[in-house]
């Protein structure tokens, strides 16, 4: 199956600072992106979606200006947390789908954990 | 808005035995798909089954099966012959058939093996 990476598997950071998460699709062209945030023993939810080449579709109550995603190209999109809080700590996964594939087909990462202290 | 409820927040069951995980939903929409996702400790979202919403064969992927019942709006998950490697937690999701690709999760179901 396809497989799609995140980098770093977890990081701590400082309030105050900035934190960007990286999401690769290693062997597919991922023309959709999706970022979730989960908060432990909670579920999956979606934070936005982002198609190659355009900006952002954020979910409400999501601050864009905080959680700012690139997709700048068909393997790659970052979400960057700015001015880190305490309270953004959590896991973050992303998950891709190509534009070869089925229309319900979407490859999660495995999950970057942020800590903020 | 579609809505995934999973009424259990935990199951259990004896290895080689089976078990069934429920999940609901509410739509308005007549075309969807339905997921469940397998969310071992590592964390990686694994999927596990799905289903189409307009195919009244429920699917079935060795020893996983599904309970569709779409006038119920229920789709539950039967595991046969549990295994110790079955142990995760167990996300019910739902996705529009209408372009929308956004899936909903459901809260989860923890699922223990005993030995």
């Known amino acids: 199956g396809a497989v799609v990476s995140q980098h770093p598997s977890w990081v701590i950071c400082k309030s105050g600072t900035s934190v960007k998460i990286e999401c690769r699709s290693l062997d597919f062209q991922a023309t959709t992106m999706f970022w979730y945030r989960q908060f432990p023993k909670q579920s999956l939810m979606l934070m936005a979606t982002?198609?190659?080449?355009?900006?952002?579709?954020?979910e409400q109550g999501v601050e864009k200006d905080k959680f700012l995603i690139n997709h700048a190209s068909l393997t790659l999109s970052t979400l960057t947390v700015t001015s880190a809080h305490p309270e953004d700590s959590s896991f973050y996964i992303c998950?891709?789908?190509?534009?070869?594939?089925?229309?319900?087909?979407?490859?999660f990462g495995p999950g970057t954990r942020l800590t903020v202290t | 808005a579609q809505t995934v409820t999973q009424s259990q927040p935990e199951m259990s069951v004896q290895e080689a035995e089976t078990v069934t995980l429920s999940c609901t939903y509410d739509t308005s929409e007549s075309d969807y798909y339905l997921f469940w996702y397998k969310q071992p400790p590592s964390r990686q979202m694994i999927l596990v089954i799905r289903q189409e919403a307009y195919k009244q064969q429920n699917a079935t992927e060795n020893r996983f099966s599904v309970n569709f019942q779409k006038a119920a709006k229920s789709f539950s998950l039967k595991i046969s012959d549990s295994q110790l490697g079955d142990a995760a937690m167990y996300f019910c999701a739902y996705r529009s058939g209408f372009g929308n690709e956004k899936l909903t999760f459901g809260t989860g179901t923890r699922l223990t093996i005993i030995p």
């Open positions: 998950s891709a789908r190509g534009g070869g594939m089925t229309s319900y087909e979407q490859y």
């Open positions: 982002s198609n190659e080449g355009s900006k952002a579709t954020y």
